[in-house]
């Protein structure tokens, strides 16, 4: 459920017109209901309440100072991937206690700036990592608290760019041979054995691929993990099980948060252990909309072209993933439809947000919403073709917050110079 809907013919986000929104900000721009947010997030929590659990808002998804400080004040953690997202978790007063680092390639400075915060667990990706954790925690004479990333083997169906717990992916350590990793954790003497974590794709739209991944970890848990590393002096009190449940975008009938923590916590019964999730896609995907223009319609011998100002430097999933955004007029139209391509400015031809869709054929200046554009929209975004980046706006009631300003033409050069001998 969300807060974008139409009141006599014109879209809304919560109490605020879009089309106000386009007029005193401009397009193109995020626009996200605060109310959405916090309903997804307090569903989802409460959803797994019968578990001990910690709620870590998987910080990549979206990653504004305004969201992340409505979640932290719902009691979120965040899982983080980079120095840049612990940054933002820390300065809207997050929890470091709630905080789980994840990522193959954590550098050294990272690592050191996660260690000073206190975080509460690093997931280690391989064993080169473990070892560097070690050596960096000695340095400056902390702990690592750390669990292992296992990779269980397991298909999530999604799109292969978005799978994570396959055999040939790069994330995890084999769950068959995660034992002799934790050994070696054990004997590190600045390295604490905390956890398991597992993560295996995003976007999944069935529970099955969870409840396989969860018993496969669940399995080796108990028969060898939990044993062994008992006997190693070693207590495993937390499970991450990661983020990746997926969001209605078109016809898919994702599992509601309620079945997916039904199934997890079945799967854990008799386990005396703290459940970490870390959702993004589910708390905001669907929170938050692409305000466009359309700037043209061009029509040739064979296609129809809706050109409007937003493009794949503000929202990429259709490019990279060819992945379907609903596209809705901000007015209603009643205007016959036709089939067109939904393009941006980009001088690329995979610079599309929608190919061959049905849509009631829009005027040059009519408002189109590019709807579930809140997970990793904006996060995306890139300055290609030397465009400023929108503004994200968040809608509280019938206020609305400008949280991130538009980049201005300034702000595209800052911290570029010309070398002297140029000038
Ligand atoms: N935890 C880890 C370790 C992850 O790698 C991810 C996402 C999440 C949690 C959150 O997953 P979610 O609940 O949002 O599915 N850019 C792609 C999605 C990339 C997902 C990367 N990892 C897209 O637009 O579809």
Partial sequence: MNHFEYRNGEMFAEGVALKRIAQEVGTPAYIYSLATLKRHFKVFDQAFAKARHIVCFSVKANSNLALLRAFAKEGSGFDIVSEGELFRALKVGADPRKIVFSGVGKKRQEIEYALKSGILMFNVESEEELFALDEIAAGIGKKAPISLRVNPDVDPQTHPYISTGMKKAKFGVDIKKSLETYRKAVSLKNVEVVGVDCHIGSQLTSVTPFVDALAKVREYLDRVLAGEMKKEGAQIRYLDLGGGLGINYHDETPPLPDEYAKAIIQGLEGL??????????????????????????????????????????????????????AIQPVI?????????????????????????????RPKRGDL??????????????????????P???????DQYYIVRRRESLDDLINGETIPASLQ
């Fill in 272 to 325: 005396d252990i703290t459940l970490i999730l870390e959702p993004g896609r589910v708390i905001v995907g669907n929170a938050g909309i692409l305000l466009t223009e359309v700037q043209y319609i061009k029509e040739t011998d064979t296609k129809k072209f809706i050109i409007v100002d937003g493009g794949m430097n503000d929202l990429i999933r259709p490019a990279l993933y060819g992945s379907y955004q």
């Fill in 332 to 360: 209603e139209n009643n205007a016959d439809k036709v089939v067109a391509d939904v393009v941006g400015p980009i001088c690329e031809s995979g610079d599309f947000f929608a190919k061959d869709r049905e849509i009631a």
């Fill in 391 to 397: 503004p994200e706006v968040l809608v509280d009631g």
């Fill in 368 to 389: 189109l919403a590019v709807m579930s554009a809140g997970a990793y929209g904006f996060t995306m975004a890139s300055n290609y073709n030397s465009h400023p980046k």
